[in-house]
């Protein structure tokens, strides 16, 4: 009687199996443009792992639309692992039979139909995830088969480019590369070298060009003539009331208009407070085009970011100094890292919100939208591992707890009423619906109320972590709430406490003019300004050249 | 006149001239190994920040040799950014006045010299960090001018093979080939071909080959016959009254020999209770050789690692359906994704300490030794911007909260008196004291009490998390405290409340009995069983091998 044998590398014969099956459609690690569909079908088997690429930005859209061809009798049941739903075939993919199962991370621009495919039992949803959560999870418990990314160039040997959009491609790849999982690639371009190696081509499997460019989308441009004076005057106070008083050195912005503006008054108001040179040298940011005027003035030393930004592509190649960019002269972005920076080197995270509750937790998670998180919750929580102490994370540090220590600033910074006039300070959350109709285990909950600490609107700012119990934070956001239903609850003589006892300030108490927050105030007013702080090195896409 | 144009390119023409500086010492990339000290000497700068490659395993041992040797008048006053002060040079190289400002993660080895060195000023910290926030800062504060690194072999173009030993190098790395600083490899082979490329040569400026190989410790290594049977006690309690309990899947092992006992008790005590297939099958945890059982008998599924382990090379390189290897066959180790996957991708840390007080904080830190931070606290601390579930971290959700979520199971494992007779629990840690000495911004705590979930002694286990006030909280760490001065102010009525609501569990409550608690239920007695169970493919190196 012969013993069995376990096998320990069921994985790599499995992978050199698939490969060796699909060497008629390969030459080298190369396939043709053509063979793609055969390719797919060749090498990712049901059931399988797979990660698609989808960044914010980049996109493996020709490996993306591929999948969506594949006969679903030969690929089904796929369990997709993606940080941004962002496509139509991404969903597609599940109306053909070709994927059940999703674990994601973001799904902005097709929030409604995730929602509706959810409801309908069409997709099964493993959990929703931060990027860095997600990441972290192709190394324990969602390690792939197989991966499907994007690259700018590829070398004869496989040496992947990716330029100013490197972002999750090398977390990714790693997770494969290593795991006997395949890594397939598509390439805008084959060329005899490349400008760098991203990735060693040692990593990668096969290599197919692609019949068109990978999507990139310019999701971080914001048009400073659409920011409003209620921005311009929130702004003052964020600088007055948060980056001078608590000193803060180094931040993330999350995107939107608020934080434009914030950008844009640095080389103004900033400057009249004198501020320059104090506040905020260090940032962890996509390359924002608002940030210009503020990296000209001389105010901005270092940025790190998660991916590109189209457009700004020459002007970062010009500002080495400030930019992380390659021998080669194209910024390297890391996702990974970016996110990895965002949650544990940075003083403060400031972005904005669709809704916040009366407790201060909040969420862009509205009715029938199921949009995910991001990397917004990592940045805007508080990592209770972190040891080392800035003067702005100290700052917050309790008086009355000797073994105490500092904490993140995460500010909230929105209108008490948002865009479709719906008050944004609500009694419950929508996410709290969505959690039942979506079946989640917890509320989908951006940021909690722990982890928040300031509340920014236009009347004035809530400093959420002087309070010390649940009830004097309610009373905090309701003297900042407006004439939201949660505002009213507030008054005269307990907004008159909060003051005196500094845990909300009104402009006057920051010494901000309202008459002063004016749109002239901002460092630039338009498109052009921008292009001309750029000294023409900024190349704003067609869609914000309203005058091409 | 002229107008004076700012320069955008200060760090890129800064390190041309350096390079330039360093030609007549360099053919191409490659330096010689006797001109090494001319080399640093030229190529870094007064002033500089420099990260020196020292991961717990590894060392860039040539390098920070060699820096220890350069003329102070010409190199002095450098800012060292180091994981791990492991080495006698580490410091040196500060009372020879070549640098004065140090931040770092772990200084186990030197822990003591770096309290006396802080304490005489021979040293300013910068900050105690762990590992994953060092490396953040990497990108955001503390961009490194220079970076020592160590490789394994190099080809001629400059790429870089690590081998199983990768660590930190990426993370290092990165950040200097990508911000204009200079990339400073130590090598111990130069070859034609490396087996695989961990790091693009164009990521690299300067190879110099080492006059001996890096230093590599097996820090990971624990001998079976140093387990003692209250060992053998506390892991059968763990397995049953936490891994069962909470259906843990996923888990990180601190180094000792508490959790040693727990990995050689899955195949015996674990497949005794049915647990085989149910739990732990994935795992981010250095390559422990007293995994080998649990690995052989089919425990496990994944293994990912921050660092390789000596002696385990062969035996890892024959099981990559379980740990992650390349397609040359040896392991690639990643500290920062390890640590990102250790963070947020687990279930639980379970891990031991020194000390713990009466509200269950806990450190390392002991009078006259400042060992710092390590990665410890980044794994043993609940991630609050984590959004995905697992049927673990939800099993600690609190009832009472409708927006209430999961918690990260955070284990502690001690022995009620240390080795030195000592009572592990006090009123009041050693690092409070340390702090003042060292004058560091907060008290050092390694874990956090409110991060803490579970404490288990050799009493029982304290489920923390059960807890709702801090009084209770420290009455059911009184009742596993046994004889220490915190443990006596128990009495029997609350010892027996606490069991009868759950939130204090003897061995009787959790069905093991104490007298199965032998030695002879491990699955390996010592070295020579580990040995067997590998099939003769670990190789312990010589301090292992007492029968050598």
Redesign the interface.
Known sequence: MSEVV???????DAKAARLTAAQSLLNGKFAKTQDARAVLETLIKPGDKVVLEGDNQKQASFLSQTLAQVDAAKVHDLHMIMSSISRPEHLDIFELGIANKM?FSFAGPQSTRVSQMIADGTMQV?????Y??????L???L?PNVVLVAADKVDHDG?LYTGNNTEETP?IV?SA????GIVIVQANEVVDQVP???I????VDVVIPADEPYQLEPLFTRDPQNITELQVLMGMMVIRGIYEKHNV??VNHGVGFNTAAIELLLPTYGEQLGLKGKIV??W?VNPTPTLIPAIES?WIQ?I?SFGGEVGMEQYIA?????F????DGSM?S?R???Q??G????DMFVGSTLQIDQ?G?SSTVTEGRLSG?GGA?????????????TPAW?SL?PDDD?????QKLVVQMVETFGANKKPVFVDHLDA?KVQNEAKL?????MI?S??TTHIVTEEGIAYLYKTDSMAERQAAIEAIAGVTPVGLRSNAKQLADLRARGIVALPEDLGVKRSAAKRSLLAAQNMDDLISWSKGLYNPPAKFRSWS
């Open positions: 376990k096998s320990w590398t069921t994985r790599r674990d493993g959990d929703i995830h931060t860095l959560e997600l990441y972290a999870r190394y324990v418990d390690i040496n977390v790693e590369a290593f795991k006997d760098r190696v991203d060693p081509g040692g990593w050195q180094s040298p260090n962890e001389g270092s790190h010009a500002r080495p100094d400030i992380f960019v390659g021998a390297r890391n990974a890292f970016g990895m920076a949650q544990y080197a940075l407790f937790n998180f919750p990592n940045m805007g929580s508080n990592p209770t591992g972190r040891r080392h102490s100290q540090r000797p073994l105490g220590k500092g709290e285990q917890n509320v989908p909950i909690y722990e982890d």
